[in-house]
């Protein structure tokens, strides 16, 4: 069961991590432009 939840707590926070970066990235691309 916690093996379970720890993955999907750790899948989530990589989705999460990964949008945040993308976002920052869009973000640079639109002020540079």
């Known amino acids: 069961m ?3 939840l720890n993955s999907s ?3 989530k926070f990589a989705m999460a ?3 945040f970066f993308l ?3 869009l973000l640079q ?3 540079i432009n």
Request: a positive charge; glycine letters at 14%.
């Open 2 to 4: 916690s093996g379970i």
């Open 9 to 11: 707590i750790g899948r």
């Open 17 to 19: 991590l990964s949008a």
């Open 23 to 25: 976002m920052i990235f």
């Open 29 to 31: 691309h639109f002020a």
